[in-house]
């Protein structure tokens, strides 16, 4: 006796909802959506490049707010779209297979080129949306390796979607979306609501999506964000990602032995918080932009980098390596590449919002400077020193 | 028409050929195992579960509603089932840290079933005029 699973046939799906003329239009919005992400996905990977070959702008200081803002907005905006996409397209799963090798063949690499795109945005989206919670329930795979990876492919799978579907794309927008040209042959029952609804339920999640979470980084929205990861409320009303406690570093950070270490070459110089209170004192307005996708503006107050640079006599150019307090963690030394060590809006912040800096915020000192990811603006700054 | 199809496939196929390649090239040989059990769980949990589910849904609208209200039911619940989706990751909190109070720090149920009511609640508005309109005059609109 062979048990065969109950699975429907192509024709068995009746609904004039589940059509290409639909599948399309869906489908044009979540691929715009898809390449805003890979570009501010790329746009964040150049920014963490310790030593980039084309330098990564300091301007505007926001840059990085909104891209990395965008980046994971959109990438939120992706679930609805890709849901109902799949939808729409989910009867196509159980087409029969063609006779005839060439055919055969054909179908055979579409169906394979779709899996994978269909398999990319669902990890993408899955592992997007967890990182963006700070929830990790995978055991070994580097998120970020990962995350790179698999946006080439899905970027590429989505090409070639595409190219195939070119046709089938030309002819859904040159009509209207009730249009039953495209549509399979079953599927001629009228569904609960039109076509437009359809589309505009898309929208309409959407949007809402949206704007439950958004909050993180739009300020204004934060009151509606119901479902945002941060209300936004912190120590000088910014949050924490990795608190003191956490790294290891609350018995060193409030230690009275404390001295910061200017090196250059066989130059050293040893600053405790004192000294570095003693220094001119500048103030920025600068935001830390979390490639979490959260951000928020903060009035900064400590030395300027450059001064503390001079201190040590270091050249306009010199790159610049910056090690923390932190007994480990990848980010315990992070490269500061040259433009953003000799902007004058780059600082060692000592306080924030006119006292002085939380523990969590990085006390005794911490790096500050303009468009800069927020994982590499280094807290509890024990190290600075001029490599090239 | 055709070239420029030959030439975007080409470029898809060597795009997807580099992300397979880095990932490959960047992580050890456990790692992508896990990636690759993830990349089709990911697509079973949506064809095998999430398709299956709303197929159910679909075939129960009819027998729960009238004609009327079925428009606006539609539109409420892909509404609420993609934005639910969406929230999987802070309704559960997996992501809390004891020692940081600035993550995950609103309260996500009440806020999720504020939104969940006011969705329904709208709905529920639309569904009940279509009602009456579809009384008073037989073969009123739909939503």
Known sequence: ?388 | MMPLRVLLGALGVAVGLYGAWLLLDRQETAQVVEVAVWFLVGVLVHDAVVAPLALLAGAALPRLLPVAARGPAVVGLVVVTTVTVVAIPVLGRFGALPDNLTLLDRPYVAGWAVLVGLIAAAAAAVAVRNVRQARSAAGGPQA
Request: hydrophobic letters at 45%; one cysteine or more; charged letters at 15%.
């Open chain 1, 1 to 388: 006796m062979t048990a065969r699973l109950p699975l429907p046939r192509e024709a068995a799906f009746t609904s004039r909802l589940r059509s290409a003329a639909v599948a399309a239009r869906v489908g044009a919005v979540l691929g715009v959506c898809f390449a805003v992400c890979f570009v501010t996905g790329i746009i964040s990977h150049w920014a963490q490049l310790p030593r980039p070959a084309v330098p990564f702008p300091t301007s505007p200081a926001w840059g990085y707010r909104v891209t990395q803002g965008l980046h994971v907005t959109t990438g939120i905006a992706c679930v609805p779209l890709l849901l109902v996409k799949l939808w729409t397209v989910y009867p196509r799963l159980f087409a029969p297979v063609p006779k005839g090798a060439r055919r055969l063949l054909l179908t055979t690499l579409e169906r394979a080129s779709i899996g994978v795109l269909v398999a990319s945005a669902i990890f993408q989206l899955a592992t997007g949306l967890a990182n963006a919670a700070r929830w990790y329930p995978w055991e070994s795979f580097s998120f970020r390796t990962t995350h790179f990876a698999i946006a080439w492919v899905a970027i590429g799978a989505l090409l070639v979607h595409i190219a195939v579907k070119l046709p089938v794309i030309r002819a859904a927008f040159g009509a209207d979306v009730d249009d039953t040209a495209l549509d399979r042959p079953s599927a001629t029952v009228p569904g609960p609501v039109s076509r437009r609804w359809l589309l505009r339920s898309t929208w309409i999640a959407t949007g809402v999506a949206v704007v439950a979470t958004v909050g993180n980084t739009v300020p204004w929205l934060r009151g509606v964000s119901v479902l945002s990861v941060r209300s936004g409320d912190g120590p000088g009303g910014i949050p924490i990602n990795t608190s003191a406690a956490r790294a290891d570093v609350v018995a060193t950070a409030m230690s009275a032995s404390y001295r910061l270490v200017l090196v250059n070459g066989d130059r050293a110089v040893y600053l405790t918080r004192e000294d570095l209170l003693a220094m001119t004192q500048r103030s920025e307005k600068l935001p830390i932009a979390c490639v979490e996708g959260w951000s928020a503006s903060g009035t900064w107050s400590g030395v300027r980098f450059r001064d503390l640079l001079d201190l040590v006599d270091a050249p306009r150019g010199a790159h610049v390596r910056i090690t923390s307090l932190q007994p480990k963690g990848a980010y315990r030394r992070t490269d500061l590449p040259s433009n953003f060590a000799d902007d004058d809006r780059t600082l060692l912040a000592l306080g924030l919002e006119g006292g002085p800096l939380d523990l969590d915020h990085g006390y005794p000192a911490r790096l500050i400077a303009p468009n800069r990811p927020g994982v590499l603006q280094t807290k509890w700054v024990s190290r600075i020193e001029v490599v090239a």
